[in-house]
């Protein structure tokens, strides 16, 4: 204690203001505001716990979402790195492209990256380069998987619909493995594609009046907000429908095959301690894929 009180007066001897050292601040950028966005952040805080960070005592989390609306994030992306945080946790990687464009020197984490090479985010997944890094949790050949089962839930089906959104940068890719295995498969494809949350219930009713026989949900934060939405609408119409992610099901979906998010999102706080340690985004090489 005397020690203590020594240095203080010895500081303000001197005219020096005696202050608290900056707390580190972390960003968390997330173009939804479901549940379910909720319960991935809740994930990333639980991982940086379990590595001895305490969200108001270690750190300080500002959030921005954009409430299903693609177009809000790059200026969402733009306040944050306003703030000037220590990091930024793009929840998904409709949310990293705007982040990425906002900066180039403040480090980026996605526990959920996709085509991250092709969208120019990484230059390659040993060594991303640059100022972004995470987690990849999507696999080549899962949305061909996908049609396997919804073959398997509806025998004898002929005609595929596909639930896409495909303005979220990870979708396009999905759509056309889809296509490609139906094709091949010589099924027939209808398509309704959702960019906000209004839309919803035009595309549901779309793929009904298409007389389809099983529906596949393609893998977006979107549509994952839309989950309990989706599953009343399909339940309604008697619509059979494959999902990639387990929340689909856990809001009264049928089935999903496809990657443990909330995983992701828990494993997240790993590549932002590293960064919090000093490390480079560009070394932090990434996780290996998990489904």
Not at 11 to 16: A, E, I, T
Not at 138 to 163: C, D, N
Not at 173 to 201: C, G
Not at 237 to 265: A, F, N
């Amino acid at each position: 204690m005397r020690l203590a009180s020594q240095r203080s007066r010895g500081r303000l001897g001197r005219g020096r203001k005696v202050s608290a050292k900056k707390r580190t601040l972390v960003g968390w950028l997330s173009g939804s505001a479901s549940k379910v966005a909720g319960l991935f952040a809740n994930d990333f805080l639980d991982g940086m716990r379990d590595l001895g960070y305490i969200d108001g005592r270690d750190f300080d989390m500002v959030s921005r979402y954009a409430e299903g609306i693609q177009d809000r994030l790059p200026a969402l992306a733009e306040e944050i790195v306003g703030l000037k945080p220590d990091v930024i946790v793009a929840a998904a990687v409709n949310a990293a492209v705007p982040a990425r464009a906002a900066t180039s020197a403040i480090p980026i984490v996605c526990p959920a990256l996709a085509d991250a090479v092709h969208l120019g985010l990484i230059a390659s997944e040993a060594r991303p380069g640059d100022n972004v890094t995470g987690i990849e949790p999507y696999v080549a050949g899962l949305p061909a998987k996908q049609i396997e089962f919804a073959r398997e839930i509806a025998p004898g089906a002929t005609r595929i619909g596909l639930l896409t959104n495909l303005q979220d940068p990870k979708a396009p890719p999905q759509r056309q493995e889809l296509v490609s295995a139906a094709k091949a498969l010589e099924l027939a494809i209808a398509e309704a594609d959702v960019n906000n949350p209004d839309e919803i219930e035009r595309a549901m009713e779309a793929l009904a009046s298409s007389r389809v026989d099983v529906v596949i949900v393609l893998q977006t934060g979107l549509l994952l907000s839309l989950g309990r939405q989706i599953a009343e609408f399909a339940a309604a119409k008697r619509l059979p429908t494959v999902y990639g992610y387990r929340e689909h099901v856990l809001d009264g979906g049928l089935i999903s095959y496809g990657v443990d998010l909330r995983w992701c999102y828990r494993r997240g706080a790993y590549f932002v301690d590293k960064i919090l340690s000093a490390r480079r985004p560009a070394n932090c090489r990434w996780n290996s894929r998990r489904r």
